[in-house]
Structure formats: C-alpha cells, structure tokens
C-alpha cells in the first residue's frame, strides 16, 4: 500500500493562490495520480489527475484554467497549483494513487486504490 501525505491547505482569501503538495511513501513513476475534493455536506469529487509520465493531464470544469496538476517523479511527489481560488473551493483535498501509469477513468474514485488524510483548504469571500 502506498502512503500518501498531503500538505499545503490552509486559510486564504479570494482571489488568492495556494500549492498543495502530495508525497508519497515509495516511487509512483508509473501510478496515475488524482486530486479530489470533499466539502461538507457533499460527495468527494474529482479535481485534477495526472498520468506517469506527466504527459496527460485531467481537470474538472470547475477548475480548468485555475488550477494546474504537476509531478516530480525524483520526489515521488505530486502538486497542485490553485490559483484564483473561491468560496466554493473549499474542501478537504485529497490525493490518490491509481497503480497505472494511464488511466482511461481518471474521474471515477473508484479506480483509486490509494488514498492521503486529506488536506483542509478554507476560502473566505
């Protein structure tokens, strides 16, 4: 099972920009990587996902043209960049592991196997 540690999450204002940052216990170079989001009251929902290489990337509507999806496969880490960031982004982020490098269902959770704690993100208007 692969460990994954979110960081980054915090308070911040509208309009602002925050990194969360996904590290992960061993070398996931060929592990489809996603972020996902959960606010209170509503189900968890797909943000962004990135393929092993990095050469493929996926984002929800909401987000596309705000946030950007990277990897450092050297650091086993992946990222995300939230810029221009609303009251309705806020959630617990998570990240998670799927153990192939290109997925053909990038937004289901279920092909997830690995799951971070989540980190809080908190948007004030």
């Known amino acids: ?4 540690v979110e960081s980054g999450g915090g308070l911040v204002r509208a ?3 925050l990194r969360l940052a996904c590290a992960a216990s061993e070398r996931t170079f060929n592990y489809f ?3 996902f989001r959960q606010a209170p009251g509503k189900e968890r929902e797909f943000v962004a996902g990135i393929s092993g290489s990095g050469g493929y990337t ?3 509507d909401s987000v596309k043209g705000r946030f950007t999806i990277s990897r450092d496969n050297a650091k086993n880490t ?3 960049q939230m810029n221009s960031l609303k009251p309705e982004d806020t959630a617990v982020y998570y990240c998670a592991a799927d153990r ?4 053909l269902r990038p ?3 279920a092909r997830y196997e690995d799951w971070g704690q989540g980190t809080q993100v908190t948007v004030s208007s």
């Open 1 to 4: 099972q692969v460990q994954l």
């Open 100 to 103: 192939v490098s290109f997925s």
């Open 33 to 35: 990587m996603g972020w």
């Open 58 to 60: 996926y984002y929800a």
């Open 107 to 109: 937004r289901d959770p």
């Open 78 to 80: 992946v990222y995300l």
């Open 15 to 17: 309009g602002d920009s």
